[in-house]
């Protein structure tokens, strides 16, 4: 059975940064579509990045240009950094992995994802 397991949320202020981290077991990350999600209170899951075996990445506009995906192949870890953090960034945040080379025409959906961890808490405040 995967195991994706999170760290690194928090609470910052608007303007601070934070990496989060994916650790998995039983499968490798790399060889994998793996992606970043989140879910604020009242709200619909929302697909925030997604990184193919490739290295191929996709952002939602809401997080260009302020968030990267990444993986470290021999720590198996999955990361999102993030900057320039804003409040209406505070959600729960979840990584996934979907278990195909690539992540499909509609990258950001969620619901190709079979595998999925237990969530860090981020909130920025202002």
């Known amino acids: 059975q995967v195991q994706l397991v999170e760290s690194g949320g928090g609470s910052v202020q608007a303007g601070g940064s934070l990496r989060l981290s994916c650790a998995g077991s039983?499968?490798?990350?790399?060889?994998?579509?793996m992606g970043w999600f989140r879910q604020a209170p009242g709200k619909e899951r929302e697909g925030v990045a997604t990184?193919?075996?490739?290295?191929?990445?996709n952002y939602a506009n809401s997080v260009k240009d302020r968030f990267t995906i990444s993986r470290d192949i021999v720590k198996n870890t999955l990361f999102l950094r993030m900057n320039s953090l804003k409040p209406e960034d505070t959600a729960m945040y979840s990584c996934?992995?979907?278990?195909?080379?690539?992540?499909?025409?509609?990258?950001?959906?969620?619901?190709?994802?079979?595998?999925w961890g237990q969530g860090t808490q981020v909130t920025a405040s202002s």
């Open positions: 996934a992995l979907r278990e195909s080379l690539y992540c499909g025409v509609r990258p950001l959906n969620g619901a190709s994802f079979g595998y």
């Open positions: 990184i193919n075996s490739d290295g191929i990445t």
């Open positions: 039983r499968a490798t990350v790399s060889n994998y579509c």
